[in-house]
């Protein structure tokens, strides 16, 4: 059997249409496919290995076990503290070292993945170096002086990132026949969904407030599986964007056209178009130069020399309030100001048990800096400011590597405290609607039993009914000693590993800086314990589980 060539019209390059080839046989367990037009068919490894950020941002999956194994980038790997990524990115080319800034999740949320996005900063091509999420202001501060260091010469000593599909707009899907299909809906071009419903999932009194968000996906035929996230483009709370129309002295009707897009209303723009919650140093620099105060002017510089500095968490209206005499051109001013990013979410929701629908978990976020209480910019949008009825632009970002296993006898491990939770209520639908026999073992922690066991009425359901073979819970805070759920994989050590002796596949999802460092360590003691391995033979353990997909993790 060999697979019908992927056809040339699709937007990638040969060498691109070979790597999928083998993408798609490696999938359908083919030992050959078919090759460029005019040569003979060559067995599946002899495909060229073309990195995953070559493909574009839309063909990477979510989480950091998206990409094929790169041994060249030994810093890829979001477990590790980012001085000891920089360490061994030493003496690599300026995209490597860059690369090693990010937060290895190849998460989407740039519009990139960790390879792509350094690529296109070492060429110049991408201005923008707050775009990382996970990394924060500690990636965007280790770029910013990566490129000071290496000077403005070394960019051009860089190849063009551009050239190898860093800003393709399509997303692939791989149909049983092996075609290329380019989705109709990506970020540069959402859907306009509908908002269903909105449900709190922790009692008022809870630290944490999470929502059960419900979307109609109308006419759209958006399509995904469990393991996808979902794409959402929020838009800037209205009070924010009033306050900034405010300080700017304008009426919020004035004509304005963004990064080459259609005119639109000054207000319009704000909203949906440019993130107002943080004060780039570019835009620190231009209020600096357009100041008509000596004093502001000079303290505008000071904070852009020192990435924002004590006020590095202020949000566009009160920087704009705090200094009043500057005031550039309001084309200038927005063309400072960074895109707004869409936020990715972890699906809670299969299509065969709520058809025409996606479900979300969304913890929303709220918390204070430079002495206001701020809130999420997508978690607000979505858990507190919509209604049922409400337009949410989105799109599918598909995680082929996190998926259930093919084989619906194969047992599942489940490790997904918080909001991580989310996938996991989709992959339990998903084997319900199914009727899946493969065992299944959930392991959820959060802080209180009583205020924010997320889904305990459905999970307590399933435990009944005996779709859910084993739950264990950990709360931290309802013990005098925390309580996590690494603690409880140590708790029954033997029984975990006799489901991995049996085949079983083991997920995780949530936190990539703590808890799933902390998961993994766990799990390297097990199999050590249990499995009576030397401590070198257990990580080797754990190594060959992911090589084999049976280790699959969903971090952020």
């Known amino acids: 059997m060999s697979l019908p060539l992927i056809p040339d019209t699709a937007p990638f390059s040969s060498e691109q249409r070979a790597w999928l080839n083998g993408f798609f046989a490696g999938m359908l367990g083919v030992g050959q496919v078919s090759s460029l037009p005019g040569t003979e068919r060559v067995p599946l490894l002899a495909c060229p290995a073309v990195p995953v950020g070559n493909l574009g941002p839309e063909m990477a999956a979510r989480g950091s076990n998206s990409a094929p194994p790169q041994d060249d980038h030994p810093w890829h790997d979001p477990a590790l503290p980012l001085n000891e990524r920089l360490q061994l990115a030493e003496g690599k080319p300026l995209a490597s070292r860059l690369m090693a800034a990010m937060a290895q999740l190849d998460c989407g949320a740039c519009g990139y993945v960790c390879q792509s996005y350094s690529a296109a900063i070492a060429a110049g091509e991408e201005k923008d170096l707050t775009r990382c999420s996970p990394g924060g202001s500690e990636t965007a501060k280790t770029l910013k002086r990566l490129l000071a260091i290496a000077g403005p010469g070394a960019r051009s000593q860089e190849p063009a990132a551009s050239s190898q599909g860093v800003q393709s707009n399509g997303k692939l899907n791989g149909s049983l026949n092996g075609h290329a299909a380019v989705e109709k809906y990506t970020r540069d071009n959402p859907f306009t969904a509908r908002i269903a419903s909105v449900t709190r999932l922790t009692h008022q009194d809870a630290p944490k407030d999470t929502r059960h968000v419900s979307i ?214 998903e084997r319900e609607a199914t009727g899946a026999k493969g065992r299944n073992w959930l392991l959820f922690g959060n802080q209180y039993i009583h205020l924010d066991f997320l889904y305990r009425e459905q999970l307590d359901q399933w435990a009944e009914g005996g779709l859910l073979n084993r739950l264990d819970v950990a709360f931290s805070r309802d013990t005098r000693q925390k309580l996590y759920v690494q603690h409880r994989m140590l708790e ?54 992911a090589k084999d997909n049976r280790y699959l993790r969903d971090v952020y």
Not at 246 to 254: P, Y
Not at 362 to 370: K, M, T
Not at 384 to 405: A, E, K, T
Request: with cysteine.
């Open 216 to 429: 109609d996906l109308l006419d759209s035929e958006l399509t995904y599986e469990p393991g996808d996230a979902l794409g959402v483009c929020p838009v800037n709370c209205p009070d924010l964007v009033r306050g900034v129309i405010q300080q700017l002295n304008a009426t919020g009707d004035e004509p304005l056209s963004t990064a080459g897009r259609p005119t639109k209303p000054l207000r319009e723009a704000l909203a949906t178009d440019v993130a107002l919650s943080r004060c780039p140093t570019e835009l620190l620099e231009l209020l600096a130069a357009s100041a008509q105060e000596p004093a502001e002017a000079s303290r505008l510089c000071e904070l852009a020399a020192a990435d924002g500095g004590p006020l590095a968490g202020v949000d566009l209206c009160e920087m704009l309030e705090r200094f009043p005499s500057a005031r550039p051109a309001l084309a200038e001013l927005v063309a400072a100001l960074p895109r707004l990013q869409p936020r990715l979410y972890s699906i809670s929701s299969s299509l065969k048990r709520h058809p025409g629908q996606v479900h979300l978990t969304v913890g929303v976020v709220r918390f204070e800096s430079a002495g206001r209480w701020r809130n999420g910019v997508a978690s607000h949008f979505l858990g507190v400011r919509s209604n049922s009825g409400d337009p949410v632009r989105i799109f599918v970002h598909h995680s082929p590597r996190f998926r259930l296993p093919a084989d619906s006898n194969t047992p599942i491990i489940m490790v997904g405290p918080g909001t991580g939770i989310a996938p996991f209520i989709a992959f339990l639908q």
């Open 492 to 545: 029954n050590g033997a029984e975990f590993w006799s489901w991995l002796e049996a085949g079983a596949s083991f997920y995780v999802c949530g936190d990539a800086k703590r808890m799933a460092p902390d998961v993994e360590a766990a799990l390297v003691e097990i199999a050590r314990d249990h499995g009576c391995l030397a401590p070198a033979q257990a990580k080797a353990y754990v190594a060959r589980l």
